[in-house]
């Protein structure tokens, strides 16, 4: 097969969406580096340098990142900045893999350990996560399995082959959101899904944390993918950043080496980090900190200059999530006083004698918005985004607001840059999340919490209870059809695309009463607060200098506006008992106060025993009332 050669574009691409097959391997002096580039990441070096753009000079660790040799494979997902001339993103995809060295046909003189890390990555122009990662995973699968890391006809084929299959097709929702489940979001984070689907819209920093990698940037970009266009076309500048000028101004570190475990065990994660050999790397990332204030500025389309707040630096004391502000007192009463004067307050919002969808007539499905015709895509006026009729994708990750699925540990000055407003970014790494400080939110994907430091950006995304029943309305079809919504034939109601119908619905009605006049009350469903925070971000100030005339066809009200019922209040106590820590930790104490009881009643006798049976059994019943609505009110929203 012919090489290309220095002759070619700056991104070595024939046309094609991928620019180049890229090998990363650790070098046991030299730290993470590249070991092959098809095409040269340089035009006119060989397919071995090392050499590096400066732009795409993280590339090593975040295609190959900390952790790694914990885990035999991983995946990654990652986003560099464009190079020198060019406009958009570049979207890395990763497939992570370690053998045993004994194993090589072929081992060459640099082997020196017992085991050999390597990762196989695309760079490509278009954001097709999925359908590389799954091309992807075969081809590194059989070039580990050649043991001998010299045969690298593969790897051009590859490139090939995904140029020649991607460069002439137009691209389907399908494969765009291939292995970007939203089932399993829901089912993971159940009604805090909506939370997290607010807070980006906020443009806040918001940190996702878990491992391994494939997990953490699956979970960032299925969120993502609610946002209706985002994936498509939004994040064409959403890692504008300038990486620094050399290495040596960087943080101090060493060689980030995958067989060192840098990541702090669980059981010690509220520890100070201890001083090692590597005691450096943790010193010098914990002692980064921002003391001054920075007035933030952009330019409009005027060219004059807007002063935009800057982001608040919030409490680090204050860990709990937005939702776990309740006080156990509320096993004892039905409903708190601030549930009280929260639907009382909502009800003098809402208009009672208006002609209003109440929530017992609320549609079962929502038809997608595609079988209306082909969506077309034309470049905004404001946003320079390929937008559609609707003026989507919004403008969130524009003008210095990152989204980064994976960062690597090099990258953490990113968090405290000053040309940098917001972000959303992955880590795998503890010392990324004992740093609460760089972030407004920090989201624990293993344990479903999000946890918001300022208690005044909590009270903002508060769920209203227009927002209680449309999550309540997700889970249920989730839940429901979890073991069967693809042997019915359509696999819609329950499924991935469905629940993408439900935020773009929800997403296109909330803008659509922001544009009404005398909208409060219409407002008051989706949050007063929180509308009134979105109306100064940067995407909203975009979207609303354009008109977007298709707007006129959606209806303004929340889809699940409506008269208050016994079972809202039934469902906003359920949704604080169940998700907040003093919920979780009373039911936990009910539940092993329940066990033991009942083994001391078997003691004393099973009359005692049966009693104490009977007294759990109560408690129980009486505790899942508040989780689903009576037979009565489910038979009425039936009818």
């Known amino acids: 097969m012919e090489a290309l050669t220095g002759e070619e574009t700056p991104g070595g691409s024939r046309g094609g969406p991928v620019l180049h097959i890229v090998v990363v391997g650790f070098h046991h002096k030299k730290g993470c580096q590249v070991e092959f580039s098809y095409p040269p990441l340089i035009p006119g070096d060989s397919h071995d340098s090392h050499s590096l753009p400066e732009e795409w000079k993280y590339l090593p660790f975040l295609a190959l990142p900390d952790g790694a040799h914990n885990f035999q494979e991983d995946t990654v997902f990652f986003h560099l900045p464009p190079r020198s001339g060019e406009k958009k993103t570049v979207y890395g995809i990763s497939c992570y893999r370690q053998i045993e060295a004994k194993t090589l046909k072929v081992r060459q003189a640099d082997v020196t350990r017992e085991t050999v890390q390597k990762s196989?990555?695309?760079?490509?122009?278009?954001?097709?996560?999925?359908?590389?990662?799954?091309?992807?995973?075969?081809?590194?699968?059989?070039?580990?399995?050649?043991k001998d890391f010299s045969q690298i006809s593969i790897l051009k084929e590859l490139y090939e082959h995904m140029n020649g299959s991607l460069g002439g097709s137009s691209i389907e929702g399908s494969q765009l959101f291939l292995g970007l489940s939203p089932r399993d979001l829901v089912l993971q984070f159940r009604h805090k899904v909506l939370i997290l689907f607010k807070l980006i819209l906020l443009e806040k920093k918001v940190l996702f944390y878990v491992s391994p990698v494939s997990r953490l940037v699956g979970a960032l970009m299925t969120v993502l993918?609610?946002?209706?266009?985002?994936?498509?076309?939004?994040?064409?500048?959403?890692s504008h950043y300038r990486?620094?000028?050399?290495?040596?101004?960087?943080?101090?570190?060493?060689?980030?080496?995958?067989?060192?475990?840098?990541?702090?065990?669980?059981?010690?994660q509220d520890s100070?980090?201890?001083?090692?050999?590597?005691?450096?790397?943790?010193?010098?990332?914990?002692?980064?900190?921002?003391?001054?204030?920075?007035?933030?500025?952009?330019?409009?389309?005027?060219?004059?200059?807007?002063?935009?707040?800057?982001?608040?630096?919030?409490?680090?004391?204050?860990?709990?999530?937005?939702?776990e502000t309740l006080d156990p007192s509320i096993l004892e009463e039905s409903i708190t006083r601030d549930d009280e004067e929260n639907l009382n307050m909502e009800k003098r919002q809402t208009d009672i004698n208006s002609d209003k969808v109440t929530s017992d007539s609320v549609p079962i499905t929502v038809q997608p918005q595609s079988n209306t015709g082909q969506v077309v895509f034309v470049p905004g006026l404001i946003s320079g985004?390929?937008?559609?009729?609707?003026?989507?994708?919004?403008?969130?990750?524009?003008?210095?607001?990152?989204?980064?699925?994976?960062?690597?540990?090099?990258?953490?000055?990113?968090?405290?840059?000053?040309?940098?407003?917001?972000?959303?970014?992955?880590?795998?790494?503890?010392?990324?999340?004992?740093?609460k400080h760089l972030s407004d939110a920090i989201i624990e994907v293993e344990e479903a919490r999000v946890n918001i430091h300022d208690p005044?950006?909590?009270?903002?995304?508060?769920?209203?209870?227009?927002?209680?029943?449309?999550?309540?309305?997700?889970?249920?079809?989730?839940?429901?059809?979890?073991?069967?919504?693809?042997?019915?034939?359509t696999g819609w109601e329950g499924g991935d695309e469905w629940i993408r119908a439900q935020f773009s619905l929800y997403l296109h009605s909330l803008l659509s009463a922001t544009l009404q006049p005398d909208n409060e009350k219409v407002l008051s469903d989706y949050g007063t607060a929180f509308v009134g925070a979105w109306k100064i971000t940067h995407n909203y100030r975009v979207w609303n200098s354009n008109k977007h005339p298709a707007l006129a066809e959606v209806n303004p009200s929340h889809p699940f506006q409506g008269h208050y019922s016994v079972s809202d209040v039934k469902l906003r106590l359920s949704h604080s008992v169940q998700n907040s820590e003093r919920g979780k930790k009373i039911g936990n104490a009910v539940a092993t106060t329940s066990r033991s009881m009942v083994q001391t009643g078997k003691a004393v006798g099973q009359s005692v025993g049966g009693a104490l049976i009977s007294a759990k059994s109560a408690m129980s019943s009486w505790l899942s009332t508040f989780s689903q609505p009576s037979t009565q009110e489910t038979q009425e929203e039936k009818q």
Not at 243 to 264: G, N
Not at 402 to 425: E, K, N, T, W
């Open 120 to 146: 196989v990555c695309v760079l490509s122009q278009l954001p097709l996560y999925g359908l590389l990662q799954a091309k992807l995973q075969l081809i590194t699968h059989a070039y580990f399995e050649e």
């Open 225 to 238: 993918s609610l946002y209706p266009g985002m994936i498509e076309h939004g994040l064409t500048e959403s």
């Open 243 to 268: 990486p620094r000028k050399s290495m040596s101004e960087d943080i101090d570190f060493p060689a980030v080496d995958p067989s060192v475990d840098y990541i702090a065990q669980r059981d010690s």
């Open 272 to 323: 100070s980090p201890k001083d090692d050999e590597h005691g450096s790397i943790k010193r010098s990332v914990e002692n980064i900190r921002v003391e001054k204030t920075v007035s933030y500025s952009e330019v409009d389309t005027n060219g004059s200059v807007e002063q935009i707040r800057p982001p608040s630096h919030t409490s680090p004391e204050s860990v709990e999530s937005d939702w």
């Open 385 to 435: 985004l390929e937008e559609d009729q609707y003026g989507m994708p919004l403008a969130v990750f524009t003008k210095g607001y990152l989204c980064l699925p994976y960062m690597a540990l090099q990258q953490h000055h990113l968090l405290s840059d000053v040309s940098i407003r917001g972000f959303v970014a992955g880590a795998t790494n503890i010392l990324f999340r004992q740093q």
């Open 456 to 489: 005044e950006l909590r009270k903002i995304l508060s769920p209203t209870t227009a927002d209680l029943r449309f999550t309540d309305h997700l889970v249920k079809h989730v839940t429901e059809n979890r073991d069967d919504v693809f042997l019915d034939g």
